[in-house]
């Protein structure tokens, strides 16, 4: 999750989630990345080296367990998903993966209009932690079923699940995927470790 400061409003109007496609796709909008949030278009900054990396890691080995179930798929790079109409908001996850989906013409040509099974965030050494707090209980609101808050710093993972607390899962411990992902298993030090390091991370 990259820092996302608010842009200053023409007017007062709150957007639709097809008017906020409709600007999203204007030409000076182009190569930018927004968010709308209950109405209001949010700007999110460029990420960092990091951040990308461990959304990388993250993608892999979520889309290597949808592979081998031969269930779902992965979106990265903050593609776009539908979490309510009214107020519109529309976010891009760093990492999703949904679930029920069989054919490629099953798979949304916008945004998702159907929340993932699970949204990954990373965080940026930037990111404040009301924002990022608020951008979980919005996904778990909205009927996500596993949310994942990866601190690439700290190379851990926050499990949350709706009506729960976040379960803190440090970088020796392993993660599995619960009922959500059932089978999925990782080392968290893994999630985050370069290819040229020769031992796990936090080991």
Known sequence: MATATLTPPATQHLMTVDEFWDFCQLAENQGQSYELIRGKVVSMCRPTHPHGFACGNIARDVGNYSFEARDGYVTTNDSGVVLCEDPATVVGPDVAFYRGVRTREDVPKKWGDKVPVLAV??????????????????????????????????????VYRPGKRGLLFPANSILSGGEELPGFSVRVGDLFRYAFEDRPVGA
């Open 121 to 158: 965030e990373v965080l940026s050494p930037t990111d404040r932690f009301s924002r990022v707090q608020n951008k979980i209980d919005d996904y778990l609101e909205s009927g996500v079923a596993l949310v994942w808050l990866a601190d690439p710093e700290e190379m851990s993972i926050m």
